[in-house]
């Protein structure tokens, strides 16, 4: 396959520029991008509390910044991660205290910066060097961890109405393994509509607050933001915020970089080479930072999309800065924000049910893939440590390690005492055997989309 400059053809029969297209075609494939990503994305304001309006501005906002770091090459959407539900959730106490979500915005914040500090080292030391410490004996059983310890959330929801909560989870099946085309591509946003018309045709649904909405409004609300966290004055929630959150980074890293070879391998460009994996973390980076500072989720690159690039041959990114630009202009409009809010608390739990094992699902499949060696001492116990830890800590009495640093209480969720064991065993034990390798990257990594297949 020839490789001529973004935004040209790439040469071979059925693939296709945004210029030889025209302008309405182009309109019609950044709509179909930003369908693509919706569902997901909406998904986790949905499940943490988050503000919709907020995520979707900052959704395209990260998008157009990551753009321009990798200097507009990468055709990658960044929406919402699931890989940090955990971290909120944590924060919160199961939703408990959604007031404690700024804090927990300002701990994804944080994590943000792991992603800086990897770009750095990336660009100093080389990616095979940095990578061998990131191995899959140590971000599968994390990312396992992070769908177990969310599971009794989806179940809680989906008891408030079961019939609503099975039909969402068997249109996301039907439509993961019988669909075609973009149906396959949006499960999520399949089962979403489908379970909420069913429950508003059958009464189950308050619009007051829809009929109440303004049809315009500013996306970002001051007392949801990190800001208004950095200015309570509770320094013991701001820190174990940090300490509980930042480590989840470690799997989200992992799966930027699956994402960025899953696209490389779609376009037939080494994206990971240039403009290079430290560019893309750090657009994907920053793009969190500012994203979780405003109180919208942290972004991520999203395999849906891929998917598309897949279906339309049309890889040029100018499409997917188009999908920004109209999920920003969407943000602007608190009227379709609070549709969105009236959707029933069994329609979240039914979608979410699938998405929380399909995560626990892509990390089996990140150990199985990449075959990692469990006759060797090391990788059994760093795998053992990780799950019981992670899990044992979240299902204790307490839900956490909590003590006292100073005047200052800090407590550590499951998953980051989990996290910091596993990097701190890999990085002590002998017989380190993962090398990553630039040349040819592995599909394999940690994608969340609810389809969890290589695109």
């Known amino acids: 396959m020839s490789k001529k400059s973004n935004g040209a053809a790439l040469g071979e029969k059925g693939i296709y520029d945004a210029k030889s297209l025209g302008a309405p075609k182009v309109m019609i494939l950044g709509v179909q991008h930003m369908f693509a990503m919706f569902g997901a994305t909406i998904m986790v304001p949905m499940l943490t509390g988050l503000d919709i309006s907020t995520t979707l501005l900052f959704a395209g906002l990260g998008t157009l910044l990551f753009h321009l770091i990798t200097k507009g090459k990468v055709p990658a959407f960044l929406g919402s991660s699931f890989a940090f539900l955990g971290g909120y959730s944590a924060v919160t106490a199961n939703g408990e205290h959604p007031e404690y979500l700024p804090y927990a915005c300002f701990g994804v914040a944080c994590a943000g910066l792991l992603y800086l500090a990897l770009s750095l080292l990336i660009k100093i030391f080389s990616t095979e060097k940095v990578m061998k410490f990131f191995p899959p004996i140590v971000t599968g059983p994390l990312i396992i961890a992070i769908g177990l310890t969310l ?104 799966e930027h970089i699956g994402d960025i070879s899953a696209i490389s391998s779609t376009v037939g460009i080494n994206y990971i080479k240039d403009p290079g994996l430290h560019r893309t973390l750090l657009g994907d980076g920053l793009a969190t930072i500012v994203a979780s500072l405003f109180g919208a989720p942290a972004n991520t690159t999203y395999g849906e999309n891929t998917g598309v690039l897949s279906l339309t041959k049309v890889f040029d990114p100018l499409v997917i800065r188009i999908a920004a630009g109209l999920a920003i202009l969407l943000s602007f409009c608190p009227k379709f924000a609070a549709v969105i809010g009236c959707m029933p608390g069994a329609t979240c739990g039914g979608v979410s049910l699938v998405l929380y094992g399909m995560i626990s699902a892509v990390g089996v499949r990140n150990i199985v893939e990449t075959q990692v060696d469990f006759s060797k001492s090391r990788n059994v116990i760093i795998a053992a440590l990780i799950l019981v830890l992670s899990i044992g800590i979240a299902y204790s009495s307490a839900g956490a390690i909590a ?46 989309s609810v389809r969890g297949q290589k695109n």
């Open 151 to 254: 599971s009794p959330s989806a179940i809680n929801n989906c008891s408030q109405d079961w019939l609503i909560a099975v039909v969402a989870i068997a249109l996301v099946v039907v439509c993961n393994i019988w669909g075609k085309g973009m149906l396959k591509i949006v499960p999520i946003i399949v089962g979403v509509i489908g379970s909420y018309l069913l429950a508003a045709l059958l009464g189950r649904v308050d619009f007051t607050q829809v009929a109440e909405a303004s049809w315009i409004g500013f996306p970002v609300h001051w007392n949801e933001t990190a800001f208004a966290a950095l200015g309570s004055g509770n320094t013991s929630l701001l820190v174990t915020s940090v300490i509980t959150i930042m480590p989840i980074a470690l799997a989200t890293m992992m």
């Open 403 to 448: 003590f006292q640093a100073g005047s200052v209480q800090i407590s550590l969720s499951g998953l980051a005492v989990g996290a910091l064991a596993g990097i701190l065993l890999n990085a002590i034990l002998p017989g380190k055997d993962y090398v990553f390798d630039v040349e040819v990257p592995s599909e394999t990594g940690v994608d969340f």
